[in-house]
Structures are given as C-alpha cells and as structure tokens.
T-cell receptor, first 110, second 114 residues
Framework: TQLLEQSPQFLSIQEGENLTVYCNSS?????LQWYRQEPGEGPVLLVT?????EVKKLKRLTFQFGDARKDSSLHITAAQPGDTGLYLC??????????FGSGTKLNVKP | ETGVTQTPRHLVMGMTNKKSLKCEQH?????MYWYKQSAKKPLELMFV???????ENNSVPSRFSPECPNSSHLFLHLHTLQPEDSALYLC?????????????FGSGTQLSVL
C-alpha cells in the first residue's frame, strides 16, 4: 500500500502553460516537503509546509498544504523548459521519518 | 553541488560479486540515509543512521549491509545481489535536531545487476 499517491504520474505541456500536481494520503503528517529531481541527479528540496492550510510561493511555484495536513498541491504558472523534472512529495512523521510518493514526471516543451 | 558525494556514479556487477557504495557529506550533518529508487516506485527508505547509530532498518535483505564509521561517511556493502536489485541508490544526509529536517541528496549510484 502506497502511503502517498501523486497525480498525474506524467505530464507533458507546452512552455507558458499552467499546471497543478497533487499529493494525497489518508495519513496525517507533521509536515510535507516537495523535491525536484533532474535526470542523473538526486532530489533537491523546494519547500517545506508545516501548518494546515499553509500556502507558500517560490517564484512561479505555489505550494499548498491541506487543512487536515493529509494532502498537498503544487501549482506552476507559465511553465518553462527549466521546470522539467520529477516532482516528489514527502510526508514527514516524527520530524525525521520521510515517506516519498512515486512522483510526477513533468516535461515542458519549448 | 549539494555537499553529498556518492561514488561510483555507475556500477555493473554480477550476482556473485561483492562491491561497496560510498557516500560522503561535507555539511556537518549527523544523520545519513540510504534510499532505493526504482522506476515508477516511491523512494524506498533502506537505512537511517543518527550519530553513527543505526536507527532504522526497513526489512532490507541481508545481501545489503550498511556501515557508518563516522558522521561524514556511509557505505553500502553489496553481495550476491539479484537482478531486481538494479536501481538508483541514493544517499542523503540531514541535521537531526528534532525539528523539521531537510534531506540533502547525493547524485546516486546507478546499479545494474546482471
């Protein structure tokens, strides 16, 4: 049983389009993180959300943590080819137990 | 450059070979992790070391043997692996402070078992 479900699994869009990816679970987390992984590299942390309902913005990326701290979304405005990569969400228990979703593979075409 | 270095980047081994993966972090962190990343599956946590003591072992087969000689180095010793063990093995580190930790990953070792 997968603890974290990410959707969609794959997304291919044109440069300039908007998109949203989702991370859902039946479990409550102390916090949730989003990472981006480029081919041949390890994941790199983008953001941590801690409070239910929290919204964080990182340039064109907007992250939201669900009110019940079970789910999260990542919205990208005006996607660029440099946004291409695998987006992973990670739910955190007890501050240092990380559980990852299987990821959303995003391809932004020029 | 994340401050976490893994070697080798690529490894091909037969089922009867013995090899080791190495990870080194230059961030002053006190926790280190091994993850396995297979296609279309979530990252699987294998082992966690905090202050050089193993604190997590997620039912990993004994053909994988971790070693953490100090807080900067982590090894994964491999022997008699199976083809289904082929995957990207990622090392990560964090500062285990009892707060919301952040994982810093290395670039991984792409392992192929023939």
């Amino acid at each position: 049983t997968q603890l974290l479900e990410q959707s969609p699994q794959f997304l291919s869009i044109q440069e300039g389009e908007n998109l949203t990816v989702y991370c859902n679970s039946s479990s409550v987390f102390s916090s949730l993180q989003w990472y981006r992984q480029e081919p041949g590299e390890g994941p790199v942390l983008l953001v941590t959300v801690v409070t239910g309902g929290e919204v964080k913005k990182l340039k064109r990326l907007t992250f939201q943590f669900g009110d019940a701290r079970k789910d999260s979304s990542l919205h990208i405005t005006a996607a660029q080819p440099g946004d291409t990569g695998l987006y992973l969400c990670a739910g955190i228990y007890n501050f240092n137990k990380f559980y990852f979703g299987s990821g959303t593979k995003l391809n932004v075409k020029p | 450059e994340t401050g976490v270095t893994q070697t080798p980047r690529h490894l091909v081994m037969g089922m009867t070979n013995k090899k080791s993966l190495k990870c080194e972090q230059h961030l002053g962190h006190n926790a280190m992790y091994w993850y396995k990343q297979s296609a279309k599956k979530p990252l699987e946590l294998m082992f966690v070391y905090s202050l050089e003591e193993r604190v997590e072992n997620n039912s990993v087969p004994s053909r994988f043997s971790p070693e953490c000689p100090n807080s900067s180095h982590l090894f994964l010793h491999l022997h008699t692996l199976q083809p289904e063990d082929s995957a990207l093995y990622l090392c990560a580190s964090s500062h285990d402070s009892g707060g919301n930790e952040k994982l810093f990953f290395g670039s991984g070792t792409q392992l192929s078992v023939l």
